[in-house]
């Protein structure tokens, strides 16, 4: 009978830890709208701990539909519900995170400078709270590069972004002050939200000979309503990420927002399983950038691609 027993104890303890271990850890992730850009990080980020963790690790998949208030309303349910960690897929996600909690480690990533974002002085890689993350920075000096070798006799660059995303505008900042270094005239286009995009678009159009959109997730989920306008008016467009100029960019110099979401996931596996200290964990770059093209959108405008540039597929 004590044999029995034992036997009975051990196997209880066994399921137990089997149970345990398939649901060891619950991530919250919070995405800002549903994109291209940002659907790949969040796809890349649950496959690479997939990868590492397998069944050990379980997703809540939350999108704000674009509102930064639906944002603090799905982290604090996430906060309520005591998850191990937070994903904030683009900065008002991530923003909301910091405002929820001081304790459970939150990962951004889609967000381009955190500085900016978290309002830090003296940035030296790491935040030194319970943040870190991806940036999905492209090198602006080389984008403002690129406009340059594709139209060298543009007088005047557009700058179209959303006056409610803080990154889009230090995007917007840092890449003037390299286009005026250029010989460019700059001038800023920015839109509230979605309603006046078109218009403020056409109004760019009118002024300017070549317009630049930066990583910007309100443009990023308008690009029809974009192109509806610069395609007519023949102006081309010079963007921050691949997604924007697939719906309506002639080139862009860009990231693999799936392999910026895979290297957040790794980073993830490293605070959850190997106890990492997310405070000191400096924010990760995209390793590799890439010149991209729209060919149907260049061949419509007349726009001459150099050969180095790859082709965006689809």
Not at 97 to 116: F, M, R
Not at 217 to 233: D, F, G, M, Y
Not at 281 to 310: C, H, R, S, W
Request: charged share 15%; with cysteine; proline share 3%.
């Amino acid at each position: 009978m004590k044999k029995l027993i034992a036997v009975m104890i051990a196997a209880l303890l066994c399921l137990g830890m089997t149970a345990a271990a398939e649901q060891a850890y619950t991530v919250g992730i919070c995405q800002l709208v549903q994109h291209e850009a940002l659907d790949a990080a969040t796809q890349g980020f649950q496959d690479a701990l997939t990868e590492k963790l397998g069944d050990a690790v379980r997703f809540d998949v939350q999108n704000a539909s674009g509102d930064s208030n639906t944002c603090s309303t799905i982290v604090n349910t996430f906060v309520s519900d005591g998850v191990d960690l937070i994903m904030a897929n683009a900065t008002p996600a991530l923003q909301a995170a910091v405002a929820a909690t001081g304790d459970i480690p939150i990962l951004g990533t889609s967000v381009t400078d955190y500085a900016t974002a978290l309002d830090i002085d003296g940035w030296t890689g790491a935040t030194g709270i319970n943040v870190s993350g991806t940036s999905d920075l492209a090198p602006l000096s080389e984008q403002a590069a690129m406009l340059n070798e594709l139209f060298p006799d543009a007088k005047t660059v557009g700058l179209l972004y959303c006056s409610a995303e803080p990154n889009s505008k230090y995007q917007v900042d840092v890449i003037t002050g390299y286009l005026t270094e250029l010989g460019y005239a700059c001038e800023e286009y920015t839109f509230a939200d979605s309603n006046d995009v078109a218009s403020v678009a056409q109004s760019a159009c009118d002024g300017c000979d070549v317009l630049y959109i930066p990583t910007d997730n309100t443009a990023a989920s308008c690009t029809e309503a974009i192109r509806n306008v610069v395609e007519p008016a023949m102006k081309p467009v010079i963007t921050g990420e691949e997604g924007i100029c697939r719906g309506c960019g002639v080139a862009t110099l860009s990231i693999s927002y799936y392999d910026l979401g895979y290297a957040t996931g790794l980073m993830a596996y490293e605070v959850l399983a190997n106890g990492a200290d997310v405070a000191t964990m400096d924010v990760q770059f995209a390793p590799n950038v890439t010149k991209e093209y729209n060919a149907e959108l260049a061949e419509l405008l007349g726009v001459t691609i150099p050969g180095e540039y790859v082709a965006i597929a689809g």
